[in-house]
């Protein structure tokens, strides 16, 4: 395989990823509908150490830099919070 076919594949793994934050994002707006109807708070610590913990050791698993993926994951917890505050601050709750 040559160079670039390896970058192709690079990019479709890419599209790939983007796609899937997508989606989290969208069950993240989903999730933000449960908590309000709950009168639950956005951020959960359990849960966020949680997925976390998972992350680390799945990298860990994976022979991938743990601390990298870590970080990955807490920016896509971020996300997911912004996510639903602007679900709640916009109005578009039931």
């Known amino acids: 395989m040559d160079i670039t076919a ?3 594949e690079i ?7 983007i796609r899937l934050i997508g989606t989290r994002q969208q ?3 989903q999730i933000a509908r449960f908590k309000y109807s709950q009168g639950a708070p956005i ?5 966020r150490r949680e997925v976390l913990d998972r992350a680390f050791n799945r990298a860990v698993e994976e022979k991938i830099d743990p601390s990298s993926v870590r970080k ?8 997911s919070e912004e996510r639903q505050h602007e679900c709640m601050g916009e109005g578009n709750l039931p």
């Open 43 to 47: 951020r959960d610590e359990g849960r």
């Open 6 to 8: 390896l970058r192709e």
């Open 72 to 79: 990955i994951v807490e920016i896509l917890i971020e996300m």
């Open 27 to 29: 069950i993240a707006a």
């Open 11 to 17: 990019t479709s793994i890419d599209d790939q990823i």
